[in-house]
């Protein structure tokens, strides 16, 4: 990109210019997921979440910046929030 940059006559060279890839950060919240896995008594877990996320094409590209959390809606639910 600096190259490429450093070859246009309509820039002005000698202002620092600093090209860099443009990365964003953005909240994703999945809805409506069995918090049970298998309707037995173990939870889902962080490292199931990141497994299947890992499995879908629409994820390929992106790179998850924390842990995710997984959340019980309410005590006597089987549903959760990630």
């Known amino acids: ?11 002005n060279i000698d202002k620092n210019i600093t090209p860099c890839l443009l990365q964003s950060k ?3 919240k999945i809805l409506g997921v069995f918090y ?13 979440v990141k497994e299947i ?3 879908l094409d629409m994820f390929n590209d992106i790179t998850l910046a924390s842990c995710s959390q997984v959340v019980k809606v309410s005590p ?4 959760a929030i990630i």
């Open 53 to 55: 996320l890992s499995q």
């Open 36 to 48: 049970y896995r298998n309707n037995s008594s173990m939870p889902i877990t962080n490292f199931q």
């Open 1 to 11: 990109m600096e190259k490429y940059f450093k070859r246009l006559k309509d820039i």
């Open 76 to 79: 006597k639910s089987d549903i």
């Open 26 to 28: 953005s909240y994703l």
